[in-house]
């Protein structure tokens, strides 16, 4: 069984740049979710996406964007970005949506914005 | 405004002896509560859950208690192992939210042998 995968680990951009991270989910599971990281916080959440329709978001700027592919892998883009944009993303998989899946976490993208 | 709230930001214990990790919420609709550990350079792993219809969860060496009307929950490991070291999260959910969970700060556990 493969968790759930993502790619970059690391990546530097400056201000105003664009960025896409990805993330393959666990075999199986059909809803990802997206969570950003700041230090020494916990994660919070950008969106998820079930069977590719965005299915709930969180209080991000319309400039986090996302995508689910019919494998079910995954992209969040961010355009423009901003020095507080730094940040751990991380993607989770599920086998559904609702509020009491059970996420299974990938190891994250460190994101650094100078 | 945080929905959870993990008020220690880090916890030392000697192996062997209890750790019990503590979590506040706010909002009286979440109804699914659940742990993470994460070790650094790795995504956070799930621990243990509870639903708010229970007052008691126990795996292992992991017991999860619930008090709805404190709006209080707490970790508790016995016994707590070198390899218990790691950043403990606490999460919310309100099951008409689908699957979004509100994490708390995390709380840093160390294990001293």
């Known amino acids: 069984e493969t968790g759930v995968t993502q790619s970059p680990t690391h990546l530097i951009k400056t201000r105003g740049q664009q960025v896409t991270l990805r993330c393959s989910s666990q075999?199986?599971?059909?809803?990802v979710s997206w969570y950003q990281q700041a230090l020494g916080q916990g994660p919070q959440f950008i969106f998820q996406?079930?069977?590719?329709?965005?299915?709930g978001r969180g209080n991000f700027p319309p400039r986090f964007s996302g995508l689910q592919f019919p494998n079910y892998s995954s992209e969040l883009n961010v355009n423009a970005l901003e020095l507080d944009d730094s940040a751990l993303y991380l993607c989770?998989?599920?086998?559904?949506?609702?509020?009491?899946?059970?996420?299974?976490f990938g190891s994250g993208t460190q994101l650094s914005v100078l | 405004d945080q929905q959870v709230k993990q008020n220690s930001p880090s916890l030392s214990v000697q192996e062997g002896r209890i750790s019990i990790l503590n979590c506040d919420y706010t909002?009286?609709?979440?109804?699914?509560f659940l742990w993470y550990k994460k070790y650094p350079a790795e995504g956070p792993t799930f621990l243990i859950s509870?639903?708010?219809?229970?007052d008691k969860n126990e795996d292992g060496r992991f017991t999860v208690f619930l008090n709805k009307s404190a709006k209080h929950l707490s970790l508790h490991i016995v016994p707590s192992q070198p390899g218990d070291s790691a950043v403990y999260f606490c999460?919310?959910?309100?099951?008409?939210?689908?699957?979004?969970?509100?994490f708390g700060q995390g709380t840093e556990l160390s294990v001293k042998p």
């Open positions: 509870i639903s708010s219809i229970k």
């Open positions: 999460a919310a959910s309100d099951y008409n939210q689908g699957g979004k969970l509100i």
């Open positions: 996406y079930y069977r590719e329709e965005e299915n």
């Open positions: 989770a998989s599920s086998l559904g949506s609702s509020g009491n899946e059970k996420l299974f």
């Open positions: 909002n009286s609709m979440f109804d699914y």
């Open positions: 075999s199986g599971h059909n809803t």
